[in-house]
């Protein structure tokens, strides 16, 4: 038989595992479905979450997953290939119910979502939280990929104070890199902007005399690769030959965000500069009646602690959600 639940969550990093804390407090059954591949697995520590600042991110989701379980809620290691909508999945309403009015509902709910696993299995839920998160896609230099979450950083606020005072470059990906070679300099007044593949002449005045008042170089010329010594970034090299002594490189990667299943189930999405992402309410709903969405899945910026918020506020209304279904459904048989 397929397994019932009220809410099956998909994915298991920071806004997964806070919907599920939620949701499992909350006394609803639910599944979370996490294929194990965080976004933050490059990085040694993460910064800036209240009472967790310099935690590793494994040792972060670790600790998730054991407070969830004693709430209940199952943890499986897979990935979701397809959901599908409009299975009725009365049997897993709320406990404000009695069993009579649970099983008088079967024919006054037509909601819920077929959710079939990589691995095979076949699960149903009322509702879902969709945080699938994003992927990094680098640029195509040589060392960047093996050294990105060490010396090759992306986030001036995840990283900036450890790498502090250090000589910084910032690699341009488009004319709109200015920017992060302008937030860098709050970290350093050592900083070079390698302008890459992008023109000089793609900057514009504003941009050149900004880069200028914050003492940022501007370097021109094609980057061919990272200078690495024992271990750790030692300089940038471009294509000329010519070498720049740097110990730290901030990047734009870009962003890929996992909308497939949102998509299949039809959610509006909106485009961003990093990506079409889906459009949301103040809780994370979707489009998509019964989906919600939180963490990377609805945005490029959304940092651990705005994810785990994120998960907070989708579960707690679906909580509110289930809750009035059931007490309407119940009173109109």
């Known amino acids: 038989m397929t397994e019932k639940y009220a809410v099956v969550v998909i994915g298991g990093g920071a806004a997964g595992l806070s919907a599920a804390l939620v949701l499992g407090r909350a006394r609803h059954r639910t599944l979370v479905v996490d294929a194990g591949e965080p976004r933050n697995a490059p990085a040694a520590h993460m910064q800036g979450f209240l009472t967790r600042d310099g935690m590793p991110p494994a040792e972060f989701l670790a600790l998730g997953r054991e407070e969830i379980a004693r709430y209940g809620v199952e943890l499986v290691r897979d990935r979701v290939v397809e959901v599908t909508r409009g299975e009725n999945l009365a049997g897993v309403q709320g406990e404000n119910l009695t069993e009579a009015q649970g099983e008088n509902l079967t024919a006054a709910q037509g909601e819920g979502f077929t959710v079939l696993l990589a691995g095979g299995r076949t699960v149903r839920a009322r509702r879902l939280v969709v945080a699938t998160g994003l992927k990094d896609e680098l640029p195509a230099v040589a060392g960047v990929a093996e050294r990105f979450g060490r010396d090759v950083l992306h986030c001036p606020f995840c990283h900036g104070w450890e790498v502090r005072d250090q000589p910084f470059g910032v690699l341009a990906s488009s004319p709109a890199s200015v920017h992060q070679a302008l937030m860098v300099s709050q970290w350093s007044k050592d900083v070079r902007f ?97 989906v919600w969405a939180a963490g990377n899945a609805i945005g490029f910026a959304e940092q651990v602690v705005h994810a785990a918020s994120g998960g907070y506020r989708a579960a707690s209304a679906i909580v509110g959600d289930l809750l009035m279904s059931d007490l309407d459904a119940a009173a109109q048989v």
């Open 194 to 290: 390698f302008l890459h593949t992008v023109a000089e002449e793609e900057l514009s005045d504003e941009d050149l005399r900004r880069l200028a008042a914050a003492g940022v170089e501007v370097v021109a010329g094609e980057v061919a690769g990272l200078m690495v010594e024992d271990d750790r970034l030692t300089g940038i090299r471009l294509a000329d030959g010519t070498e720049h002594a740097r110990s730290v490189l901030f990047l734009a990667p870009r962003a890929l965000p996992q909308t497939g299943l949102l998509e299949g189930l039809g959610a509006e999405l909106h485009d961003t500069p990093f990506g079409a992402y889906p459009v949301v309410d103040a809780t994370g709903l979707t489009t998509v009646p019964g």
